[in-house]
């Protein structure tokens, strides 16, 4: 964990610099570099950094719509059923209860703005799973802050 701890209460006025987190506030979740890049009660963003190889299996947010806005690089993505990418300028819509995934199969980091809202537990789970190396423990944490990861092999090509 890096920084002050989070408090969720209204949106503070400011600027996150674009090499930096919120507060300082960047983690390490299994070789993907999250930066917190606005959080309060009613929304939460984070900036990621994905080298190729990496990918967030499928999973569901139940109380949470998730969207990402593609920077760099090329996402694929599953998404309720469906394999599809998205690139540089493209915005992906997750609603609650849709199972999603991302992956970086490409040859290049890719990079990319996600946002959720309501803002939930997410932030507090990314601090639980900063420099966190058992992806078993990843699962059961997860669990715990409303982001439920589907059965390995429940998904082809996941």
């Known amino acids: 964990m890096t920084g002050e701890e989070i408090v969720l209460g209204p949106l503070p006025k400011g600027i996150t610099l674009a090499s930096e987190g919120m507060n300082k506030k960047v983690w390490n979740v299994l070789g993907?570099?999250?930066s917190m890049k606005a959080a309060s009660e009613s929304s939460f963003a984070f900036e990621t950094y994905d080298p190729p190889g990496t990918g967030v299996p499928?999973?569901?947010h139940p109380t949470q719509d998730e969207h990402?806005?593609?920077l760099e690089g090329v996402f694929t993505l599953y998404l309720d059923g469906q394999w599809e990418t998205a690139g540089p300028g493209d915005t992906v819509?997750?609603?609650r209860n849709l199972p999603h995934a991302y992956y970086n199969r490409g040859e290049v980091p890719t990079r990319g703005l996600f946002w959720v809202s309501p803002a939930g537990r997410l932030a507090a789970l990314f601090d639980n799973l900063h420099n966190l190396e058992d992806p078993?423990?990843?699962v059961r944490l997860s669990a715990q802050?409303?982001?439920n990861?589907?059965?390995p092999g429940s998904v082809e090509g996941a």
């Open 68 to 70: 990402i806005y593609v």
């Open 93 to 95: 819509r997750m609603p």
């Open 145 to 147: 802050h409303d982001v």
């Open 32 to 34: 993907h570099t999250y």
């Open 58 to 60: 499928p999973h569901v």
């Open 149 to 151: 990861f589907l059965p």
């Open 136 to 138: 078993a423990e990843v």
